[in-house]
C-alpha cells in the first residue's frame, strides 16, 4: 500500500469512528519532498440511467415505484397489520440510485415516521454513507425486506417474509442499482436464501438479481458492538471499488 492509499485508509476508518484511528488531521499534512497533499477522491459520479430500467417497467422509476406503494395500500396480507404496526415502512431514497441499502424490518421510530433507518441505528448507517463513502444520503435507496414493524421488534416470520418480499424484489428491479448493501444477519440471509452467521457472509460479492450484493453487519449491531466497525468499513471500501468499477 503506498502513502496515498494509507492516507485514504485511514481518513476513511476514522470517519466511520473506527476506534483507535486518529480524526487528527496531522497524518493528512505531511508530504513528502514538499508535495501537496492530494486530495480524497471524491464517490464515483453516476452516470444518467433513466432509460435503464429493466423492460418491463413502461414508467420511469419514480413512477413505477409510486405504483409499487399504491398496490401495497394499507396492507392486511399477513398478520403484521394486527400485530400493532402503524403505517406501512415503504422505502426512501433515489429511484435512480447505483447503490442500495437493504435492512431487516422497521423498528420503533421508523414505525411512527414512516421512513427507513430514522433512529440511532439509522443516524449510523447515515454517517457510513455521508462520511464513509462520502455521499449524500439521498443519492442512495434505503429499504427493508419487509414493511411492517413486527411486535417488540422481534425477526419477521417466514411468512411474513414470503408475502412481503416481492415487493422489495420489484423495488430493486425497478431502481436495478449496480450495487446493494445487505445490513445484518437477518437481511443477508432472506436475500442469499442461506442460514450461514454474517461474520461468514461478509467479505464477499455476491450476484444478486443484476447487482452486486455485499453483506455487513446491521448499523445496530455496531451499537452495541463498535469494534466491529473496521470490518464495516472495510466492506464500505469494497463497495466503492464495485462502484467505480461498474461507472
Known sequence: MDRDQMREHLQFAAELGVAGVSRDPLWRTRPADGDPVPELAAAPARPDRSTAAPATFSKNQADALAAVRADIGDCTRCKLHAL??????????NPNADLMFVGEAPGADEDIQGIPFVGRAGQLLTDIIEKGLRMPRADVYI??????????????ELDEVET???FLFQQIDIINPKVIVALGKFGAQ???????PISRLR???????????????????LLRNPASKREVWEDMKLVRELLKAEA
Open 190 to 196: 432472506t436475500l442469499l436464501k442461506t442460514l450461514d
Open 203 to 221: 467479505g464477499r460479492v455476491y450476484t444478486y438479481r443484476g447487482a452486486k450484493l455485499v453483506p455487513t453487519f446491521h448499523p445496530a449491531y
Open 164 to 166: 412481503c418480499e416481492p
Open 84 to 93: 400493532g404496526r402503524k403505517q406501512i415502512v415503504f422505502g426512501v431514497g
Open 143 to 156: 429499504a427493508n425486506v419487509i414493511k411492517c414493524r413486527p411486535p417488540q421488534n422481534r425477526n419477521p
